[in-house]
């Protein structure tokens, strides 16, 4: 906990920003690709999120109080830019959300970074079929094994019962959706 305040302050500094901001890059650059891969499916698409947000966390370092574990708050932004870089492309293409999530599942198996097979193509399916936040708490959960107290804090939701119930849910539809057929 004392090494995450000590690089807080260093990032708060004029004198050991950019050094300090270069650990938390590689501190945090790999878990946070993953994080918004499983959010807009596309390698360079995160690859482009991915470098906003750490724009956006460079640029409001400063507004960081302090209330949350300093990787919440990194993923709440990165979260964030993942959402809003979805519905751009909605916008842009004259689309839903939806439909820009299974264009973007469809485009997975010719994606050459993605390494899964037709399981996992068929899970990453199942998953756009669910809504947005059952989305996120499910491969936070999933994928991440982020514990549900850092997710209430990442989603800025209560940690009660609903993202339990929400990840329950999200997990009897994709089960019902991976044994459709």
């Not at 500094?13 to 891969?37: G, M, N, P, Q």
């Not at 708050?73 to 839903?96: D, V």
């Not at 804090?153 to 940690?159: A, D, Q, R, V």
């Amino acid at each position: 906990m004392t090494d995450e305040i000590q690089l807080i302050e260093q990032l708060k500094s004029d004198t050991h920003k950019e050094s300090a901001f270069r650990e938390l890059i590689t501190l945090y650059k790999e878990r946070l690709y993953w994080h918004i891969r499983n959010i807009v499916k596309s390698h360079d698409d995160t690859d482009d999120v991915l470098q906003n947000t750490f724009i956006k966390i460079y640029k409001n370092i400063g507004n960081f109080k302090g209330d949350s574990k300093l990787f919440s708050w990194m993923y709440r932004i990165a979260t964030n830019e993942s959402i809003t870089f979805i519905n751009k492309n909605a916008k842009r293409l004259q689309t839903s959300n939806q439909e820009v999530q299974d264009l973007a599942i469809n485009n997975l198996a010719s994606d050459v970074y993605f390494e899964g097979d037709a399981i996992q193509l068929k899970l990453q399916q199942a998953i756009a079929t669910l809504p947005e936040k059952q989305q996120l708490v499910f491969n936070m959960k999933y994928f991440e094994d982020i514990k549900y107290k850092d997710m209430s804090e990442i989603l800025e939701t209560s940690e009660g019962g609903a993202l339990k119930a929400s990840y329950h849910l999200a997990v009897k539809k994709i089960e019902a959706f991976l044994t459709e057929d």
